[in-house]
T-cell receptor
Framework: KAGVTQTPRYLIKTRGQQVTLSCSPI?????VSWYQQTPGQGLQFLFE???????NKGNFPGRFSGRQFSNSRSEMNVSTLELGDSALYLC????????????FGEGSRLTVL | LAKTTQPISMDSYEGQEVNITCSHN???????ITWYQQFPSQGPRFIIQ???TKVTNEVASLFIPADRKSSTLSLPRVSLSDTAVYYC????????????FGSGTKLNVKP
């Protein structure tokens, strides 16, 4: 069974631009969550989607948004990029919502210049 | 939400058993305990999950005392490839929740 796939793996943007990251969950998984990982803040929860509905949201500004499609694929968008948004963005899928049993992708490494 | 506390780092030698303890004093009745392993520039990998007593799989054991205020991940006979960061996660099943990872424990396995 294919794992969680994230694209792109690496990208470089400049301040003020926006970015869209994509996540394809494991087949059959309906829950997708997103995390931001930085050296200073560690792994921080962004949001979780289940059956196209956002179920939970972390403490991030409104510049961070996401959505989930009917095939469970998910995208997250960051608008008006800031230097501090440079991070590894990780997507995780699970069979059900809120089980704590997450399967992570390899992440999208975003660098903001 | 149950806050977790783990040691920042631990050292071990190849072939030893390693026990990493996580404290979660305000764990709720419906919370489960899950451990993850993360290598640099990779996403975390699920290791094991439990609710109480002892759970064992092919890679680790998880010990949870009766009061559930702590848990211990046990890695038997570690190798150099077990050098990674280990996270303890407390999550609530079948309920709206936010997943918070602790600071993790950096395990350094030496030859």
């Amino acid at each position: 069974k294919a794992g969680v796939t994230q694209t792109p793996r690496y990208l470089i943007k400049t301040r003020g631009q926006q970015v869209t990251l994509s996540c394809s969950p494991i087949s059959g998984h309906r829950s997708v969550s997103w995390y931001q990982q930085t050296p200073g803040q560690g792994l921080q929860f962004l949001f979780e989607y289940f059956s196209e509905t956002q179920r939970n949201k972390g403490n991030f500004p409104g510049r961070f948004s996401g959505r989930q499609f009917s095939n469970s694929r998910s995208e997250m968008n960051v608008s008006t990029l800031e230097l501090g948004d440079s991070a590894l963005y990780l997507c995780a899928s699970s069979l059900e919502a809120n089980t704590g049993e997450l399967f992570f992708g390899e992440g999208s490494r975003l660098t903001v210049l | 939400l149950a806050k977790t506390t783990q040691p920042i780092s631990m050292d071990s030698y190849e072939g030893q058993e390693v026990n990493i303890t996580c404290s979660h004093n305000n764990i709720a009745t419906n919370d489960y305990i899950t451990w993850y392993q993360q290598f640099p520039s990779q996403g975390p990998r699920f290791i094991i999950q439990g609710y109480k007593t002892k759970v064992t799989n092919e890679v680790a054991s998880l010990f949870i005392p009766a009061d559930r205020k702590s848990s211990t991940l046990s890695l038997p006979r570690v190798s150099l490839s077990d050098t990674a960061v280990y996270y303890c996660l407390v999550a609530r099943r079948n309920n709206f929740n936010k997943f918070y990872f602790g600071s993790g424990t950096k395990l350094n396995v030496k030859p």
